[in-house]
């Protein structure tokens, strides 16, 4: 759901949250507890935040009271999860659905509402790419987990991997890897070899289907991420270890996107899914003594539905997130401690890599080009200013529909720059489609984070446009020298090994490249 959506219809999330939490509550007690005067004093909580739609700040029932009554161990252990849950989101729906603004319900865009929304929203400060960086360096000098309550093998490892790191030197015989697309290649050189000698990563047992441990489910379409992330960790025979006491990661193998669609699959309410979440945190944290070691410095998710950040930022924060939907100044995407995880429109599952490239750049007759579905504010302000308005400008809404995209992919195979503008959320599939069609990608979306940030050099090979230079956007692009688009052009290609999903994973594809970051990331913290 679009942020900008709330504030135009004037409806607050929380007030959806105070409906779900309040559901959810009332689902577990009756079922489970005997006190029937909670349930009427929750009720009357629960009808001011529906008819005030009071906010996060001001709510009385907050959601750690909330929380804490779901999650007592009765629940936990007793309480056929998966059931409570499909009931509790039915009684969710039926609560909040004539409320509900979504696109669906409201199909049609009112422009100068939108702009308005727009306008609000650049009070946000827009954080540049150089600035991210100096956050991220500052973060990792300055935020540390809480040291682990004792030390381990693993730990030591970490600490010796650390140190070579910083060690590092590169090997210019290299021809695998292209320097210029890197920040610092000799950086990432020798983590990812120390990576390959050392990393063991624990995956938890626990968790039902289809929610965790179900990656089949999820290997088409733009979350194709977490499903194929799942299925080549799970099936890794290099990575993974038995031995809990041996790792140096846990991997908490959940599908955000198949946890919204099991539980809640009518909901709008992000916070709905988290007390299943936090319940989850719970067993293990309680069966074992892992999370607790690092309060869970060294567990890691891998999700890229939207709802994602909100739904993990309470309860694992303190884990290593790799997320799609990450703005920086938005759903606690915390630089250096989260990872940016590509967001893949995976079209043949038997073969990801089917239809790759594009033409050359003297070939590629169209200027910039953009189509998509009018989701979020940003969009509609693109059209108006460039639909139809110019023939180097190649702007549309969603294309009619053909087979296996066709018209869509053949203008990015033929596009100069491809236009990635954010929808709903920061993140669009189309920076990595306009890589793997060897396209430059011109992105424009505030704050938002690119795969890969800690490691590649995002500037070398693509354009970052403020939202505000929309109307600016063709000589922008114009201004780019021929020189400086075909030194671009040729690292976009340079650059898409790390960006492809193969059906058996290879050294430096993306599977690699995201759990590297994640190992980069843990070994960057480890005290
Ligand atoms: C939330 O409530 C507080 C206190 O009532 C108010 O100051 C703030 O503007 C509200 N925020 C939003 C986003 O409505
Ligand atoms: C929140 O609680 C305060 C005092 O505890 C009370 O005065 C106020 O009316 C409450 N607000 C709502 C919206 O219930
Ligand atoms: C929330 O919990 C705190 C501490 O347990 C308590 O003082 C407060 O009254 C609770 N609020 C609600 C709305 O239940
Ligand atoms: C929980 O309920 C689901 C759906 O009814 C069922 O398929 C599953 O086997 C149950 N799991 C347990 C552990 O009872
Ligand atoms: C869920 O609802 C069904 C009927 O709608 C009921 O039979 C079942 O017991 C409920 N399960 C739980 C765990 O509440
Ligand atoms: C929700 O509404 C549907 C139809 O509107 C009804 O069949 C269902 O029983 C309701 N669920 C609950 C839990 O009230
Ligand atoms: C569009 O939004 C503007 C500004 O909020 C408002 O004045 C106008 O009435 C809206 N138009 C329609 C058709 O809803
Ligand atoms: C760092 O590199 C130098 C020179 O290659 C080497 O002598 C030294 O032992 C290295 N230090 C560590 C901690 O690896
Ligand atoms: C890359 O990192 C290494 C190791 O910390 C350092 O010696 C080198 O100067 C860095 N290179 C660049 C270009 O920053
Ligand atoms: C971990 O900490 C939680 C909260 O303090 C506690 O409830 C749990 O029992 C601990 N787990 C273990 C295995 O000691």
């Not at 409570?84 to 509402?113: C, G, M, Q």
């Not at 306008?119 to 809480?146: C, F, G, T, W």
């Not at 309060?295 to 891998?302: M, Q, S, T, W, Y």
């Not at 429109?345 to 200027?367: D, E, I, T």
Request: aromatic share 12%; charged share 25%.
């Amino acid at each position: 759901m679009g942020h900008g959506f709330q504030h135009i219809f004037g409806i607050s999330r929380l007030a959806y949250f105070g409906g779900a939490v309040f559901a959810v509550i009332i689902i577990l007690q009756y079922f489970e507890f005997p006190y029937g005067d909670v349930i009427s004093s929750l009720f009357s909580a629960s009808k001011i935040h529906i008819s005030y739609g009071t906010n996060r700040t001001s709510s009385n029932c907050t959601t750690d009271n909330a929380t804490t009554t779901l999650t007592s161990p009765q629940i936990l252990l007793d309480s056929n999860m998966s059931e409570t849950y499909k009931n509790a989101s039915n009684l969710v729906h039926n609560f909040t659905k004539n409320e509900s603004p979504t696109r669906d319900i409201f199909p049609s865009v009112n422009l100068s509402a939108v702009t308005e929304v727009h306008r609000k929203k650049q009070k946000v400060k827009v954080v540049s790419i150089s600035e991210m960086h100096d956050i991220l360096i500052h973060n990792r000098a300055s935020s540390h987990p809480m040291k682990s309550l004792w030390t381990s093998r693993a730990d030591q490892e970490l600490l010796n991997a650390k140190l070579q790191i910083e060690n590092a030197s590169f090997n210019e015989d290299d021809r695998t890897l292209y320097p210029s697309v890197f920040r610092n290649i000799s950086k990432f050189r020798r983590s990812y070899e120390l990576m390959e000698k050392t990393l063991q990563v624990y995956i938890y047992k626990e968790g039902e289907k289809p929610i965790f441990h179900q990656p089949e489910a999820v290997m088409k379409g733009i979350y194709a991420s977490e499903g194929w992330f799942m299925m080549q960790m799970k099936s890794s025979k290099r990575f993974i270890t038995k031995k809990p006491k041996q790792a140096h990661l846990f991997y908490i193998p959940y599908s955000s996107k198949l946890l919204k669609a099991t539980l809640f699959p009518n909901s709008y309410n992000r916070e709905s899914v988290v007390p299943y979440l936090k319940s989850y945190i719970d067993m293990i944290s309680r069966r074992y003594n892992f999370w607790n070691r690092t309060g869970g410095a060294d567990h890691f998710l891998v999700a890229c539905h939207d709802w994602a950040p909100d739904e993990t930022r309470q309860f694992m924060g303190t884990c290593i997130r790799a997320i799609c939907n990450n703005d920086v100044q938005k759903t606690g995407f915390e630089l250096g401690k989260d990872v940016s995880l590509p967001e893949t429109n995976v079209r043949y599952r038997q073969n990801p890599l089917q239809n790759r490239g594009g033409n050359p750049p003297s070939k590629r007759s169209v200027f910039a080009f953009f189509a998509g579905k009018m989701h979020g504010y940003l969009r509609p302000i693109l059209l108006r200013h460039w639909e139809n308005k110019d023939p180097d400008m190649k702007i549309f809404s969603k294309l009619p529909k053909v087979k296996d995209d066709k018209n869509y992919v053949d203008f990015m195979k033929n596009s100069k720059f491809c236009i990635c503008a954010k929808g709903s959320e920061v993140n669009s599939p189309r920076v990595v489609e306009a890589i793997f069609y060897e396209c430059v990608p011109v992105i424009i979306s505030d704050n938002f984070v690119p795969p890969f940030f800690e490691i590649l050099d995002w500037e070398s090979f693509a354009v970052f446009v403020p939202e505000k230079d929309i109307p600016d956007l063709k000589n922008i692009l114009l201004s780019i020298p021929k020189k400086r688009y075909l030194q671009m052009h040729k690292r976009i290609k340079e650059v898409q090994q790390h960006f492809l999903w193969h059906v058996k994973p290879v050294e430096y594809d993306i599977f690699h490249m995201i759990l590297h970051s994640i190992w980069y990331t843990r070994v960057a913290r480890v005290m």
